[in-house]
Nanobody, 127 residues
Framework: QVQLVESGGGLVQSGGSLRLSCATSGFTLDYYSIGWFRQAPGKEREGVSCISSSDGSTYYADSVKGRFTISRDNAKNTVYLQMNSLKPEDTAVYYC????????????????????WGQGTQVTVSS
């Protein structure tokens, strides 16, 4: 079955960096778009960044543009989220999600359209 496992979260000071990994199994990554979402306490889960299965096109939320970079290594069945210049407001549980052939520009902002989810990894940025 489809499985997504996030790792790489932790505690970092403001201005620091982390790289999250989403290890996938049970499906052919080439045919799935992958998204990173986050949920802070008391807030809705929001789309942070997504990468397309078809052409590798990407989407970034305005709040992370220029700081976060999403990438995928289909040979390793893994998708990464490099997070630089982290801010306290980036503190959240980060989840990866998968959806076959999803057009990321349209779907990344809408979490209910994604069918497969990992368990999440906590990112805490101290000021």
């Amino acid at each position: 079955q489809v499985q997504l496992v996030e790792s790489g979260g932790g505690l970092v000071q403001s201005g620091g960096s982390l790289r999250l990994s989403c290890a996938t199994s049970g499906f052919t990554l080439d045919y799935y778009s992958i998204g990173w979402f986050r949920q802070a306490p008391g807030k809705e889960r929001e789309g942070v960044s997504c990468i397309s299965s078809s052409d590798g096109s990407t989407y970034y939320a305005d709040s992370v543009k220029g700081r976060f970079t999403i990438s995928r290594d289909n040979a390793k069945n893994t998708v990464y989220l490099q997070m630089n210049s982290l801010k306290p407001e980036d503190t959240a549980v980060y989840y990866c999600a998968a959806q076959p052939l999803a057009p990321v520009q349209a779907m990344c902002p809408i979490r209910r359209l994604w069918d497969y989810w990992g368990q999440g990894t906590q990112v805490t940025v101290s000021s």
